[in-house]
């Protein structure tokens, strides 16, 4: 005969899978125990997500490396009449799995939209003073197209990395005065 404890873990565990429901990762003890490590730089000219539709890994870290999330991103092309966003390009679109309030971001709308014109995820790509900028934005609420948004939250992941394994760089979520940082990686999956 099984203690309580166990029994009543077994089923708890049964009712959570029937449910769909995600196990939390365990907390990292620290940045090194992992392939994902903070990235710093800058794009060289003309880097690019274009000709990067694929399925890749994301996850992403809370600044101290303690809180991580991971998930599926999945970028596909975008339609011609879309590839212009506000002064930018935008080549790709997409939805992910993760859930970036799991290291502190805040929430910021549908991840999972796979509608163009208010995707999860958006690639904004744009030449700056500063140099070359890549950059994921989470949440098709603030992925809608001709919507202004004021006072939104927004998550932003800024592409510091980029090669044919796929990219890494610096995550920053900011709702009215609070923001949140981390780094995060995203490694092309095969098949």
Do not use: H, K
Request: overall charge negative.
């Amino acid at each position: 005969m099984r203690p309580p404890a166990i029994g009543l873990a077994m089923t708890c565990v049964a009712i959570l899978s029937a449910c769909g429901a995600t196990p939390v990762p365990a907390p990292r003890t620290s940045p090194a125990d992992a392939a994902c490590v903070p990235v710093d730089g800058v794009l060289a000219p003309g880097s690019t997500l274009e000709g990067g539709a694929g399925a890749y890994r994301l996850e992403m870290f809370s600044e101290d490396g303690q809180r991580w999330t991971a998930g599926e991103l999945t970028l596909v092309v975008q339609p011609d009449s879309l590839r212009v966003v506000n002064g930018a390009t935008s080549p790709l679109f997409g939805s992910t799995t993760a859930v970036p309030n799991g290291v502190g971001a805040p929430t910021v709308g549908g991840l999972d939209s796979v509608d163009p014109a208010a995707p999860g995820v958006l690639v904004l790509e744009r030449d700056t003073d500063e140099g070359r900028s890549v950059a994921l934005s989470l949440g098709s609420a603030v992925n809608r197209r001709g919507v202004v948004l004021f006072d939104a939250a927004s998550v932003v992941l800024d592409v510091l990395r980029l090669d044919a394994g796929g990219f890494a760089g610096a995550w920053r979520g900011e709702v009215g005065a609070r923001s949140s940082r981390g780094y995060f990686c995203a490694t092309r999956q095969e098949g």
